[in-house]
């Protein structure tokens, strides 16, 4: 039987930014402020992990906050510090771009704010996508299943998160943000076609 360690999250976090441990633990070290050997540094320089000048780059912190929220418990974390001070405003903004009626399926899009709240927490802390590109992958979705009017669109609460009842979580929301991350095409009318004899 195979055991799973919390410390699972963070090699599935290197292997996301595609770096080793050991490069982990360089970058770790200059951003302390650790002196390095000039051949560790021009490691990290070669990797966009530092810059020219001898800082660790943006990439490179963003990588250090990434991994620093695994050991936060999110019992002690202050929204704020994971979502932005204008979470409130970003959270309106998310559900209203869900449309107010019923879906198809019968639920209503938009959900409790609460409820949405609390799997953005969830989100915020597996992901490392900001606001503006959450919101236009949020938008691009809508627009998607927009044109077969909802058939089978997820709500506003699991299209960020949703259990499949085998303990696997899946977030479309992280896969459309990658889309609009990587400049990927989204098809408008891939869905559900019906083929005309």
Partial sequence: MSKIL????????????????????????????????????????????????????????????????????????????????????????????????????GKYARGNKKNILTNFTWFFQNYDYDWPIILEATRK??????????????TALYFIRKDDGTRTVHSDLADYCEKVTNNDDFIEDKHFKTKVI
Avoid at 141 to 154: C, H, I, L
């Fill in 6 to 105: 919390k410390q699972t999250s963070l090699f599935k976090k290197l292997k996301y930014y595609k770096i080793s441990f050991k490069l982990y633990f360089l970058l770790y070290k200059a951003y302390t402020g650790t002196d390095l050997p000039v051949h560790h540094i021009q490691i990290l320089v070669d990797k966009g992990l530092m810059n020219n000048m001898v800082e660790v780059s943006e990439k490179g912190v963003k990588i250090i906050k990434s991994i620093e929220k695994l050991f936060i418990s999110s019992k002690n974390i202050k929204i704020e510090d994971l979502m932005g001070q204008d979470v409130e405003i970003h959270l309106d903004t998310y559900i209203k771009i869900f449309p107010t009626a019923k879906l198809p399926n």
């Fill in 141 to 154: 979705y809508v627009d998607e299943y927009r044109v077969n009017n909802y058939m089978y669109m997820r």
